[in-house]
Each structure stands twice: as structure tokens, then as C-alpha cells.
């Protein structure tokens, strides 16, 4: 008894030989082992890493949907608006609600995808070694390079690859699509490529199979809702130009953005899928437009199907809206007459190919109507547009298309309308006095070239003022002829007015402009020899013959011909700085050109007003600027002068019109028409540019569209009167 | 001679302080037993949830249904004598491979490997009851030729007697289970005192096969393992997020671990709920505990399971005969091969095989040939202590 009470009851002792004990042990031990790995394992994972696994499995089950910001409007200076947003129901498709066979077809196109891409890379990567190559020269590249570069990335490029076709046992779906494709006029292969795109682009989120289906589809939709399981009706935004082509160059056009873009600066932080402004306004003032993408976030579950959940969305931000400096009715008026003074040139006979106009404010650069033609209508670009469609607005070669805004990227020799900077610029400098008179007879003679008037008119040895009046071409040679050994005068004073610089207009692009000299065109000359050289070509077109610069250059440049290329808007501003000084005893302004005014909420209230400060400030001789501003005047309004047929019943003691004409050649095509004006208004004075290609004399097509202009902004009766100066 | 039955020792016991009411069970091994019942019906009760739209507790109401039938056969078993089955050897080893060749030849498919056979009530899992079948038939071949150990011809036989019944059920294909047999072979030897050098020579036989199976025999163009079964082997090397690749299971499965972090997320387990962890109720449950119940509640299942397997090497040395010991070391390395590669796949630390967490796993199969082989424990501890008790060394209760 005392034996057995000795030992612990539970604990039954039997002999037990060493080896099974050893055994025994080695298990026990190799279990703690493992037992420990295991520990240590889990304490890693979920102590030591388990944020990080959180976030995995949040990841994995939250999808954020961008939810589209309403843009915000585009406004004239008033408050009407000229670009809106209209509000349309979109047919979608859920992707969850479809048929197994297309989740099937979807994961084949993306199998297919991702092979595709696989194959491709040695093609990209050839691309990047050749061009790591090429910049490692520090030298530019030849022909040759550039050719085998371009032979890469067309090699590089990623081949569409075909959309594997629905499976035959997919019936269901195809009766689904087929009956869709019958209500929305579309061939059932092509929602069921959309779908398949659409899923592939963005999993999860609904795809868009028409965007503007129209009242009586998406009734018969929303009436049989029953027949079209997983089609459903969403409201989208459109945006909607209700004036159609009118300043469509400048307003721009909006897009989905490009994966191009989303690299850009201006895009950052832009979702892709994200509604941008491509081109004009719509691009340059983006970020306070576009508003901010919302996030819709869904749970879903491993199968991608939505599963109820209470995560936060968030809601989209609507853009601002932005008001312009332009004024609607102007901008019309303006367009109409352009469109007018185009007809009455080819109805005599000109090809009036095309044109454009700008409308300042003298004092503070604010355009108040600016416009090009031909234009287009930006609503087209609402869908996709074909790649003939595009090219065809981009123009072809030389010939620039629609999409090009020829006030401020068109590049023309002026014409006669230069003249004033010319006179200026033979005062200031003293190379004639405001009475000396020049340029008798009818052509000019220097070494073996003639340098004529228009059409070998005689005006006689003529002072300034009446030779701005009339244009006399024999006077602006001969301050030309006496200004050369002076140096760049002529091109200096350009420069000080704004010409041959960047005005800084808010657009996304403006053309530099060209004002030549000496210095330019001995540049000009080694950039072709370059050119030649490293080509092997006979001529690379920079400049026809490298030769010095010669007294015929500076000639032809004080009437604006020869190598001298700037568009209307730059005109517009020398005027204008003209204009300023006149009015202000010679202090003038270089004025900033600028479309947009102000930044408002989408309910109204400013958020900011957008300042453009002046470039400079200039001074000028009053008297000297008094002289050339009266031979303007003259010119404008008394008999004789090149324009005063085309204001003829203007009240000039009202609002005295400083114009003129221009008449630039383009030796073998028509003349293009050019008209600058001042006029003068204490509160609303203007400066008005019009040029119209091969429309023929300025004062024949683009000064009475200036008139037409004028009228409207001073509500005046609209005239159109031809005048029949056959000046330069 | 009738089974032994512990009821009559216990009435000649000459030194009997008192009787108890309590049944004769190994306590502890029976709270292991409990404390995992629980802990799967509660887990699976959450995890199962969604997997059946509109009926929430369809699996989770058959687990307790299968625990407790596994419960009472367990109950049952304990009252038996285990010695009595040592004569039944040849009757066992037929009924093992018949039964799985009868699901070779007539079984019905769940996903691409033929495992059961489908009864009016219920689906059988061959390759699972042929566990504790294995266990029973190579211990009574061990236990017959104890004298003769060392002999590498006894080695020979218990290897192939093992090795027979894998290949089929290898073929079915289960690879999973055709390990779990292999390791039970190799644990019986160990533990009846096989020498080392067999030993030692037995484990570099597996290692070349697993390298000529793995490697060499692929490359030959020779399949004996699936291709599946090979990528599953291996995935875990390189996990990956791809859904097509076989690295996306063990990859989820780590997320729903990690991300249980020491408390785990409760309600907010997506990863099993929203079903991106597939198999969460079977061969992943251990994932769906840590994931709902964090750091915590898997650490108290693993401590359930040290406690299981430490009760379950106790029993292999109180045996009153090598029977009783050689049983016990067969289910020894059945729980803890399961439990450490199971586990140890769900972490990342081990390849897919498809072994089920013992007790944890939904599956009646499993289930129930668990609680026989611990119903196969408690008849050698009932025995091992009315033995000692009629030897006078200990009380009966």
C-alpha cells in the first residue's frame, strides 16, 4: 500500500527500454521544433507584417471607380455662355452581369494581350538601346539613324490584336448583344468588342456602349428593362458647343487624356479616363475646368461582383467655370463678316482660301474677339473621329487645316500695314524728317533690281503723312534704302512694339514671328550649309541661296514683304502699343494679349481674377507718333487716302479711324488682304486686325470686314464697302 | 478468449481506493479532442457563411454532425480492446486495398481526383479511414516479426506493405494522403527500434525518388505525378498574385494571416469571406482561423495541437505491449504530418499537398478517421491502466 501511495496516481511508470526512449525524445524534440517554426512564422506575419497584409487584403477587395466632375463653362465677358456642358444618358454595360462566356472571352483577350506585349519586348528594348546609342553620340543624328530609329519603333509597336471571337455555345450572349445592337442601331460584334475592350481597360467598371443613343432608344431601354439584363442607363456629361465653329480654334476641344498626357505636367495627378481639354482654352486653363475625379469605392468579392459594403465614396469636385474677355456678340459679328468678305472675294474672282481676325483693347491687351477661318465644329470630336476625318482637319503639307488658329500661328509677310513702324522708326532715328520729301517716280532703282509701286502708280516725291495716306511704296523703299546703313532701325523699333517675340497670349502655342536682319540671315545661311552638308542634299529650304544681307532686304522689309513672317495677333499688339502712346503722350504699354478674365465658382463668385501684366513700357515721340498717327487718320478718312472709301458715312468725329491697308505678296498666288485699325473711343477704344489669304488689296476684302467689325462694337449700321485702292 | 473488458479487472482489482463515475479516458487527450471540435465548428460557422447562398449553416451544421458521430465511434472504440485487432491483420490489410481499389475503379470525381466512393447517406473517403486501416495492419506486421527487426527483410515488407497502398491512392490522385502513409511506414519502424543505418539508408531512398520525380523525370518527358501536383510542390518557392498560377492560393493565404494580425480582424475577415482565399473551410482553415482570430486564436490552436500530440507520444510510451505503442506511434505521425505540413502550407513554409487540418477541416472523412485513431489511443491508455492497475502499480481511478 505505502508502495503504491509513494507514486502520483496518474502517473503509471512501466519499464521503458532506453531506445524507445531515445526515439521517443528525438520525435518530442523535433516537434518542439517545429512547433517553434511555426511560432515564429505566425509572429512574423502577423505581429511583424501584418499592416502590410491589411493593406493586401484591402487591396484586394476595395475597387475605387472614378465618378466624372462636371467641367466647368466657358463665358464671354457678360456671362453668356459659349462652351456648356450638356448632361446625357450613356447605355452601359455591368461586366459583372454578364455572361460566363464573356468573362471568358475577356480573360482570352487579356491572355492574348499579355503575350503579345511578351513578344514585343525585345522590339522595345532594341528601340531603347538604339536611342541610348543615338544620344550618346552628343552629336545630331544622320539621315540614316534617323531612319533605322523610325524602321524600330514601327517595328515596336504593339500590333492590335484581335478581340478571340465569342464562344459558339455563348448564345445567351449574343441573343443579348444582337438585341441590344437592334435598339442602338450597332452591330452586335461591336459591343461585344467594346465590352471586351472595356472590361480589359478598366475591370470593374461599367462600359460605355453609346454615349448620345437618343430619346427613343433608351425609352424602348427603359421600358424593357426586363429584356436587357446587366444594360444599364447612366447620366453623362457632354461637353457642348452651342456655337459651333465659332472661335472653335480657340476654345479647343476636350478629350479622354492620352497616356501620352498623363505624363505631362500639366496632367499631374489627372486619373486616367479623366474628361481633359485638348487644344485653345479648354487645354490652357485644364486644371481650373476639369474639377476633380470623385471615387466611388466598391467591395468586391474574388469573383469582381459587387458585394454591399458601407466604404466612403467621394464625391466629385465640379470644375470652375471660366469667363473670357471675349465678347459674344463681337466674336459673332466678327465671324459672320469674315465669312462675308471671303464671299464677295471669290465672287470676284479671288480664291480667299482663308483668314482671320483679332479684336483688342488697346489699353489692356484684352481680346475681345479673335477668330479663324476655315473652321470646324467641335462637337465633332465628341466621338472618335476617323483617321481621314482628322487628317483632314489637320490639313495636309503646307496647306494648314481647320484646326490651325491663323491669328496667332498663321505666319505672313504684313504688307503695307508695317508701314507705320517703318515711319517711326526713320524719325526716331532721324534718317528723314516728317517733311522731307521722297520716292518721285514710279519704281526705284538700286544696283539692277526696280523697286515699284503697286500696280507702277506715280504719287510724286510725297512728306510722310501723305505717304501713309496713300501708301506709296517709292516713299517706304527710300526710308528702307537710307535706314540700311544705320543698322537694324526698322527692326529695333518692331522689336520694341511687340513684334517678333511671343505676345504670351494664354494659348497653348503661338508662332515666334520673324523680323530679319543682318545677324538673322547670316544665321539663316549657316543653318542651311549645315543642313546641306550633313544631308547631301542640293537645297534644304532654310533660305533659297546663302548671300550677305543687302540693301534690298531692308528695303522690302520697311513695307512689309521680304523675309518678314508674324501673324495678326502680333500686328494687333504693336498697333495697340501704338494706340496707348498715342493716347498718352507717348507713353505706351506693351500689352499682354489675353483671353481669359476670370476663374469663377460653377454657382458664380469669383475664386480669382487672372492678371496679365504688360510686357513693357515704351516712350515714344509724340510728335513724331502725332505724324504717323494723322497719316493714318488721313488715310482712313479723307479722299485719297487707301481706306476712306471703306469708312465712308463713319461719324470719324465720333470715333476717328486710324487704319491701314496692306497688300502682301505671294508671288505666283493672289495677294493676301490685311487691314489694321485704331479706333479711337474714350471708353471702349479698339484695335482691329483682318487679314484674309489670296483675298486680294487690303482695302478690296479685309478692311470693309474690319468696318463690319467696328460697327458692331460701336452699334453702328453694318456696311460692307469695298473699297477699291489698289495699293500695297 | 472474449475482448478484454476493462470492467472486469476493475472488480478484482485488489487495490481499488474508490470507485469514480468518471469514463475512462485520457483526460487531457480527450480536451485536446474537444477544445478542436470547437474551435472548427466555430470557425467554419463564420468561414462558411457565404459559400452557399441562403443557407448559412450548411456546412457548419454537417461538422457537428460529423464531430459528434466521430465523438461516440471514438467513445465506442475506447471501450474495446485494441489487442484484439492484432488477429484481425489480414482482414484489415484486404479491406484497405479493396476499398481503394473500389474507388479507383468506381468512384466519383471532385475536382479531378477520384476520392470517394458516393453511399445513399454518404460520400466515403477511402484513402482517409485507410489511414488508421494502415496504422493497425502494419503494427500487427510489426509486432509479429519483433524478433526479427533487424533484419533488412522485415524493413523490406513493412515498406511495401506501406508503398502499395500509397501508389493507388497516389493514383487517385491523392497525393496528400499517399505521404501520410509513407510517413506512418517510416514512424512504425523508427519507433520499433529498426537500426539507424536502415533508417538512414530508408530516407535517402526518398530523397533520390522525390528528385527523380520532381526533376529528373519531367525533364525525361516521364509524368508520374501530375503536372498540377508538380506546380503545386513547388509554388510555394515563388508565390505570386497571379490567379492563374499556382502560387495565388498560398499568396491570399498568407494576406488572410498577416493581415489577422495579433487579435484578429473579426468581422472584417474579407479574405475568407469574400471567398479570395479558396478552400478556406478545408485545406486552408488554419487560415481562416488567423485571419479571424489573429495571432491569438491561432496560437491556441496550435497549442491544442501540442497538447494532441504530446498526450498522443505519452500514450506510445505507457503501452502495456509494442501493439499499443506501435498504434500510437502510427497516429503520432499521422496528426503531426498533417498538422505541420498543413499549417506549415498555409504560411508559406511548406508546398500544397492537399492534407487536411485534422479535426479542423470540414469533411467527414477526415473527421471521423481522427477520432478513430484517437478512439484507438484511448483503448491503449484504458488498457495501459487497467494493466498497471492489475500489476498493483496504480489505482484504478
Not at chain 1, 477668330?371 to 482637319?393: C, D, I, M, V
Request: charged share 20%; proline share 6%; net charge positive.
Amino acid at each position: 500500500m505505502s508502495a503504491i501511495e509513494r507514486r502520483r496516481p496518474s502517473d503509471p511508470r512501466i519499464p521503458v527500454s532506453p531506445q524507445l526512449a531515445l526515439r521517443v525524445a528525438i520525435i518530442g524534440g523535433v516537434t518542439m521544433v517545429l512547433f517553434g517554426v511555426i511560432f515564429f512564422r505566425l509572429w512574423y506575419l502577423q505581429v511583424l507584417s501584418g499592416e502590410q497584409y491589411v493593406q493586401q487584403a484591402d487591396a484586394n477587395r476595395v475597387r475605387d471607380l472614378p465618378i466624372a466632375a462636371p467641367r466647368g463653362q466657358i463665358l464671354d465677358r457678360d456671362g453668356r455662355s459659349i462652351v456648356t456642358s450638356r448632361t446625357t444618358n450613356a447605355v452601359q454595360i455591368v461586366p459583372s452581369e454578364m455572361p460566363a462566356a464573356v468573362k471568358e472571352q475577356v480573360s482570352a483577350y487579356e491572355q492574348s494581350l499579355s503575350e503579345a506585349e511578351e513578344r514585343h519586348r525585345p522590339a522595345v528594348e532594341r528601340v531603347a538601346r538604339f536611342e541610348r546609342v543615338l544620344a550618346s553620340h552628343h552629336r545630331p543624328a544622320t539621315k540614316a539613324q534617323l531612319r533605322e530609329r523610325r524602321r524600330l519603333i514601327r517595328a515596336a509597336r504593339t500590333p492590335r490584336v484581335p478581340i478571340p471571337p465569342l464562344p459558339l455555345s455563348a448564345s445567351h450572349a449574343r441573343r443579348l448583344f444582337a438585341r441590344l445592337g437592334r435598339v442602338l442601331h450597332l452591330d452586335w460584334r461591336t459591343i461585344d468588342e467594346r465590352v471586351v475592350e472595356g472590361v480589359t481597360a478598366t475591370p470593374y467598371a461599367n462600359v460605355t456602349v453609346k454615349t448620345d443613343a437618343g430619346l427613343g432608344p433608351l425609352t424602348v431601354l427603359g421600358e424593357r428593362q426586363s429584356e436587357f439584363p446587366g444594360v444599364i442607363q447612366r447620366p453623362v456629361s457632354i461637353r457642348n458647343y452651342p456655337y459651333g465653329e465659332m472661335a472653335a480654334q480657340v476654345l479647343g476641344h476636350v478629350d479622354e487624356v492620352s497616356p501620352q498626357e498623363l505624363e505631362m505636367r500639366a496632367f499631374r495627378k489627372v486619373l486616367p479616363g479623366t474628361i481633359v481639354g485638348q487644344e485653345g482654352l479648354e487645354f490652357y486653363y485644364d486644371h481650373y475646368l476639369r474639377g476633380k475625379t470623385g471615387v466611388e469605392r466598391v467591395q468586391v468579392n474574388a469573383a469582381g461582383s459587387p458585394v454591399p459594403s458601407n466604404l466612403a465614396s467621394t464625391p466629385p469636385l465640379a470644375g470652375h467655370s471660366l469667363k473670357l474677355t471675349l465678347d459674344l456678340g463681337l466674336q459673332r459679328e466678327s465671324e459672320k463678316a469674315l465669312l462675308e468678305g471671303v464671299g464677295h472675294a471669290r465672287a470676284s474672282g479671288k480664291p480667299a482660301v482663308a483668314g482671320s481676325f483679332v479684336a483688342l483693347d488697346p489699353r489692356n491687351g484684352q481680346v475681345l474677339a479673335i477668330g479663324s477661318y476655315p473652321s470646324f465644329n467641335p462637337n465633332r470630336f465628341a466621338k472618335p473621329l476617323t483617321t481621314a476625318e482628322y487628317a483632314e482637319l489637320q490639313g495636309s503639307g503646307s496647306a494648314s487645316g481647320p484646326l490651325t488658329n491663323r491669328a496667332v500661328n498663321g505666319a505672313y509677310p504684313t504688307g503695307s500695314t508695317f508701314k507705320p513702324i517703318t515711319a517711326l522708326a526713320a524719325l526716331e532715328a532721324g534718317i528723314v524728317t516728317p517733311t522731307e520729301a521722297l520716292g518721285a517716280g514710279r519704281c526705284i532703282s538700286v544696283s539692277l533690281q526696280q523697286f515699284c509701286n503697286a500696280g507702277h502708280t506715280e504719287f510724286g516725291a510725297v512728306g510722310l503723312v501723305k505717304a501713309l495716306k496713300v501708301s506709296s511704296d517709292t516713299y517706304f523703299f527710300e526710308v528702307g534704302k537710307l535706314a540700311n546703313p544705320h543698322g537694324p532701325v526698322i527692326q529695333r523699333m518692331a522689336h520694341r512694339l511687340g513684334i517678333g517675340e511671343p505676345t504670351g497670349i494664354d494659348l497653348p502655342s503661338e508662332f515666334d514671328g520673324t523680323v530679319p536682319d543682318a545677324r538673322w540671315r547670316e544665321r539663316q545661311n549657316k543653318l542651311e550649309l549645315q543642313c546641306r552638308r550633313r544631308t547631301h542634299l542640293p537645297s534644304c529650304g532654310i533660305v533659297s541661296e546663302p548671300r550677305p544681307w543687302t540693301v534690298g532686304d531692308n528695303m522690302h522689309l520697311a513695307v512689309g514683304q521680304g523675309d518678314l513672317l508674324i501673324d495678326p495677333l502680333q500686328m494687333a499688339v504693336a498697333y495697340a502699343t501704338l494706340a496707348d502712346a498715342f493716347t498718352n503722350g507717348g507713353e505706351g504699354t506693351v500689352v499682354t494679349p489675353h483671353l481669359g478674365m476670370q476663374v469663377e465658382e460653377a454657382e458664380g463668385g469669383v475664386v480669382e481674377s487672372l492678371r496679365f501684366p504688360a510686357k513693357r513700357h515704351v516712350h515714344l515721340d509724340h510728335n513724331y507718333l502725332s505724324l504717323v498717327m494723322e497719316g493714318l487718320h488721313e488715310a482712313a478718312s479723307q479722299s485719297g487716302g487707301t481706306s476712306a472709301e471703306v469708312w465712308e458715312g463713319w461719324d470719324q468725329s465720333q470715333h476717328p479711324v486710324y487704319g491701314k491697308t496692306g497688300t502682301a505678296q505671294h508671288e505666283p498666288l493672289e495677294d493676301q488682304s490685311w487691314y489694321m485699325a485704331y479706333i479711337g473711343d474714350p471708353k471702349r477704344p479698339i484695335v482691329i486686325a483682318v487679314t484674309v489669304e489670296q483675298g486680294g488689296f487690303g482695302a478690296e476684302t479685309a478692311a470693309p470686314i474690319a468696318r463690319l467689325m467696328a460697327s458692331r462694337w460701336f452699334g453702328k449700321p453694318e456696311k460692307f464697302v469695298a473699297g477699291s485702292s489698289k495699293t500695297l | 478468449m472474449s475482448p478484454l473488458s476493462p470492467i472486469k479487472p476493475r472488480e478484482e482489482a485488489p487495490i481499488s481506493p474508490r470507485r469514480t463515475v468518471w469514463l475512462p479516458l485520457d483526460p487531457l487527450l480527450t480536451l485536446a479532442v474537444v477544445g478542436l471540435g470547437v474551435c472548427s465548428a466555430v470557425t467554419l460557422r463564420e468561414a462558411t457563411r457565404n459559400l452557399i447562398p441562403g443557407d448559412p449553416r450548411f456546412y457548419v451544421d454537417r461538422q457537428v454532425v460529423y464531430l459528434l458521430v466521430g465523438f461516440v465511434l471514438m467513445l465506442a472504440l475506447s471501450r474495446i480492446n485494441y489487442a484484439t485487432l492484432r488477429r484481425l491483420k489480414n482482414p484489415i490489410y484486404a479491406t484497405l486495398l479493396l476499398s481503394i481499389l473500389a474507388v479507383l475503379a468506381l468512384g466519383h470525381t471532385a475536382r479531378g481526383s477520384q476520392r470517394a466512393i458516393n453511399f445513399p447517406l454518404f460520400s466515403f473517403q477511402a484513402s482517409e479511414i485507410g489511414k488508421v486501416l494502415l496504422i493497425l495492419a502494419l503494427a500487427a506486421l510489426l509486432v509479429e516479426r519483433a524478433r526479427r527487426l533487424h533484419d533488412r527483410d522485415t524493413t523490406v515488407r513493412v515498406m511495401i506493405a506501406g508503398l502499395i497502398p500509397a501508389i493507388f491512392v497516389i493514383a487517385q490522385p491523392d497525393l496528400g494522403s499517399g505521404m501520410v502513409y509513407m510517413v506512418i511506414a517510416y514512424m512504425l519502424l523508427f519507433i520499433a527500434g529498426t537500426s539507424w543505418r536502415q533508417l538512414a539508408a530508408l530516407a535517402a531512398l526518398v530523397c533520390l525518388a522525390a528528385t527523380f520525380l520532381l526533376v529528373a523525370a519531367p525533364a525525361a518527358g516521364v509524368h508520374v505525378l501530375k503536372a498540377y501536383e508538380v506546380n503545386r510542390l513547388t509554388a510555394f518557392l515563388h508565390p505570386s498574385s497571379n490567379k492563374q498560377t499556382e502560387g495565388y492560393q498560398q499568396q491570399e493565404s498568407k494576406i488572410a494571416i498577416g493581415s489577422g494580425q495579433k487579435t484578429g480582424r473579426g468581422a472584417k475577415s474579407t479574405q475568407v469571406s469574400l471567398n479570395f482565399l479558396p478552400e478556406s473551410h478545408t485545406d486552408f482553415v488554419f487560415a481562416a482561423v488567423a485571419e479571424r482570430y489573429g495571432f491569438l486564436g491561432a496560437g491556441i490552436v496550435l497549442l491544442l495541437y501540442a497538447l494532441l500530440i504530446w498526450r498522443t507520444l505519452r500514450v506510445l510510451v505507457m503501452a502495456k505491449d509494442l501493439f499499443g505503442s506501435l498504434i500510437a506511434a502510427g497516429v503520432a505521425a499521422m496528426l503531426m504530418f498533417q498538422v505541420f505540413v498543413n499549417v506549415g502550407m498555409t504560411i508559406g513554409i511548406m508546398p500544397i499537398t492537399g492534407v487536411t487540418l485534422p479535426l479542423m477541416s470540414y469533411g467527414g472523412s477526415s473527421v471521423i478517421t481522427t477520432l478513430l485513431a484517437i478512439g484507438l489511443l484511448q483503448s491503449i491508455y484504458v488498457q495501459a491502466r487497467a494493466s498497471a492497475a492489475l500489476k498493483g502499480r496504480v489505482p484504478l481511478y
